[in-house]
């Protein structure tokens, strides 16, 4: 695992958008999200409670 700072917009995360926090992300994990389309224009680093948001999103979930 590496500790990587991601970008994120609020279509499919508006629960975490916004707010900055820390946490160690997989790299194919990040460029799931990107592929997904999840990456936007101001750098954020999540909690865990905001990466379970975004796996969520990646999932098909709310």
Not at 28 to 33: D, L, N, W, Y
């Amino acid at each position: 695992m590496t500790t990587n700072y991601i970008e994120v917009d609020d279509i499919h995360c508006k629960c975490c958008a916004g707010r900055l926090v820390e946490v160690e992300l997989d790299d194919s994990f990040v460029e799931e999200m990107i592929d997904a389309g999840l990456m936007a224009v101001a750098v954020y680093r999540f909690t865990s409670e905001g990466i379970t948001a975004l796996r969520r999103a990646l999932d098909g979930g709310e």
